[in-house]
């Protein structure tokens, strides 16, 4: 299946936006382009997956005061740019890509 160049780049957008403006980005896909599968489809995932790194960015926030944030920390900054990159290869390449935390219970 192949989608048009515009949508696959609007929905690689949405995944690199974890760069910059990682909540914003993928909400307004999602409101301009929800008639769209392919982007919806990304939009979803990269919020819960910019929610996700967002959260567990805070929780090694705190974990510092016990040391243990300061190995957690690295660690979640890490899978993010693995996996975002993940993301933009499989996006690039017309694939429904799912992130390892999304569980698939987001579509």
């Known amino acids: 299946m192949s989608f048009s160049t515009e949508n696959r780049w609007m929905a690689v957008l949405a995944h690199v936006s974890a760069f910059f ?3 914003i980005i993928p909400i307004i ?40 944030g300061f190995l957690l920390a690295p660690a979640v900054g890490l899978f993010g740019i ?7 290869i499989r996006t690039l390449d017309n694939e429904f890509y799912r992130y390892p935390v999304s569980g698939g219970w987001v579509d």
Do not use: C, E, Y
């Open 82 to 88: 693995i996996f975002t990159i993940i993301a933009v």
């Open 21 to 23: 403006l990682p909540l």
């Open 29 to 68: 896909l999602l409101a301009v382009k929800s008639d769209d599968p392919f982007v919806k489809h990304h939009a979803k995932q990269a919020l819960v997956f910019h929610l996700f790194l967002i959260g567990a960015g805070f929780v090694a926030t705190i974990l510092m005061v016990v040391l243990i």
